[in-house]
């Protein structure tokens, strides 16, 4: 069993940046793809950025130059996202899958059956 804990999220202003957390337990292998994906509401989910087990980073191109994702250890994973704009919005989800590439994960906005989703946490840019 995999659990997935965002922390991070908040309300920011226009311009300014932001660093979110996720902490994983579980059966997570180095091996495995893990990533962030947002929710606007009315609106399919969009992969942001993830990070696959060859530590190979994929971006959004709406984030592209902006974002940067981490994994300083297998269980923590982290987005910093600067100059925010008001359309980087949403609920944004750590995920992780064991059978996906993490630029799939970010082309799809989806994981497998077999991925694992946090609760989410809500990011507010003004």
């Known amino acids: 069993h995999v659990q997935l804990v965002e922390s991070g999220g908040g309300s920011f202003q226009a311009g300014r940046s932001l660093r979110l957390s996720c902490a994983a337990s579980g059966a997570i292998l180095n091996g495995h793809s893990m990533g962030w994906i947002r929710q606007v509401p009315g609106k399919d989910r969009e992969g942001v950025a993830a990070i696959d087990g060859e530590g190979r980073e994929s971006y959004a191109e709406s984030v592209r130059g902006r974002a940067t994702i981490s994994r300083p250890s297998k269980n923590t994973l982290c987005l910093e996202l600067n100059n925010l704009q008001p359309e980087d919005s949403g609920t944004y989800y750590c995920?992780?899958?064991?059978?996906?590439?993490?630029?799939?994960?970010?082309?799809?906005?989806?994981?497998?059956?077999?991925?694992?989703w946090g609760q989410g946490t809500q990011v507010t840019v003004s």
């Open positions: 995920v992780q899958d064991p059978l996906l590439p993490g630029g799939a994960l970010v082309a799809t906005g989806k994981t497998t059956v077999s991925g694992n």
